[in-house]
């Protein structure tokens, strides 16, 4: 019997678990990403800077994935203890940079899960959505989390993505992340 993913996010100390003030994404992210993924990326990986440094989700996608690769995007460089896998790969770079985001999605397999929990600003969300979209294997999932915290100078249009015909669900604490299902 394998944990819960919500365990494992809670044990390893990613802010997707129930733990303290844990976004509670882990719940969601139970049905929506299968055991079974191949290939998930996250942006934002938890680092020094940006969180506390134990890079939990990564550990736990690796821990709950039977096999699949989960990449990893970040401003900072990763531990080299995340390698050891042999499962995880890194892309360093700056998610509010077009250049960057290009980048990536030239050299990019295809994803059944993008996961964004950068920067939670809004222009950068919506570069990685419109030039990710792409990266998405036809029945896969775009995540942002955070998007009604997202900061910058304009605020996010919420309204406007709950109108896309790719919307499938809020998720989180607060409803603060939402769903999109590439269904082409």
């Known amino acids: 019997m394998h944990p819960a993913l919500t365990e494992i996010f809670d044990r390893l100390g990613s802010d997707k678990g129930t733990s303290g003030d844990g976004h509670r994404y882990a719940v969601d992210y139970e049905r929506l990403v299968p055991r079974s993924t191949e290939m998930l990326l996250e942006i934002g990986i938890g680092t020094h800077r940006n969180f506390n440094g134990s890079c939990g989700s990564i550990r736990g996608w690796l821990e709950w994935l039977e096999g699949g690769t989960v990449w990893g995007w970040d401003i900072e460089d990763a531990p080299s203890d995340l390698f050891d896998s042999g499962r995880f790969v890194f892309f360093k770079g700056d998610q509010g940079s077009k250049f960057d985001v290009e980048r990536f999605a030239n050299l990019a397999p295809e994803f059944d899960a993008i996961i964004d929990d950068g920067s939670h600003v809004a222009e950068h969300q919506m570069l990685c959505l419109d030039t990710l979209w792409g990266c998405l294997k036809p029945g896969g999932i775009y995540v942002i989390e955070d998007v009604h915290l997202a900061y910058g100078k304009r605020p996010l249009d919420v309204e406007f993505l709950r109108r896309?015909?790719?919307?499938?669900?809020?998720?989180?604490?607060?409803?603060?992340?939402?769903?999109?299902?590439?269904?082409?």
């Open 164 to 184: 896309t015909p790719f919307f499938e669900c809020f998720i989180g604490k607060e409803q603060r992340g939402m769903v999109f299902r590439n269904k082409a």
